[in-house]
Nanobody, 122 residues
Framework: QAQFVASGGGLVKPGGSLRLSCAPS????????TGWYRQAPGNPRELVAAIISDGDPLYMDSAKGRFTISRDSVKKTVSLQMNNLKPEDTAVYSC????????????????WGQGTQVTVSS
């Protein structure tokens, strides 16, 4: 099973922006969506947004209106543009193949690749 490498995190002030990128290490079936997840210290991992090749993206409430997920079919990457960042967005962001539902995207496998740290602080 392929893993994903996330990049683009960093330290940003409240109201700032970051663009994260997710690249798979191998082939991913088009049956899977790609989801961005995040995990803050002491909290479980949660879905942020997900996208599949032939459907509308899914956004959790925390991301709606501020984050945009997109696919690059040539580079095989999935990006997450994050605007108007808030301190509560601070977390390690990771991506994974997932099975897309109406309100969720369940990770397709248990292993996770390298995440990227996003810290929002003044």
């Amino acid at each position: 099973q392929a893993q994903f490498v996330a990049s683009g995190g960093g330290l940003v002030k409240p109201g700032g922006s970051l663009r994260l990128s997710c690249a798979p290490s191998g082939h991913i079936s088009s049956l899977y969506a790609t989801g961005w997840y995040r995990q803050a210290p002491g909290n479980p991992r949660e879905l942020v947004a997900a996208i599949i090749s032939d459907g509308d993206p899914l956004y959790m409430d925390s991301a709606k209106g501020r984050f945009t997920i997109s696919r690059d079919s040539v580079k095989k990457t999935v990006s997450l543009q994050m605007n108007n960042l808030k301190p509560e967005d601070t977390a390690v962001y990771s991506c994974n193949a997932c099975l897309l539902g109406t309100y969720s995207c369940v990770p397709a496998w248990d292993s996770w690749g390298q995440g990227t740290q996003v810290t929002v602080s003044s």
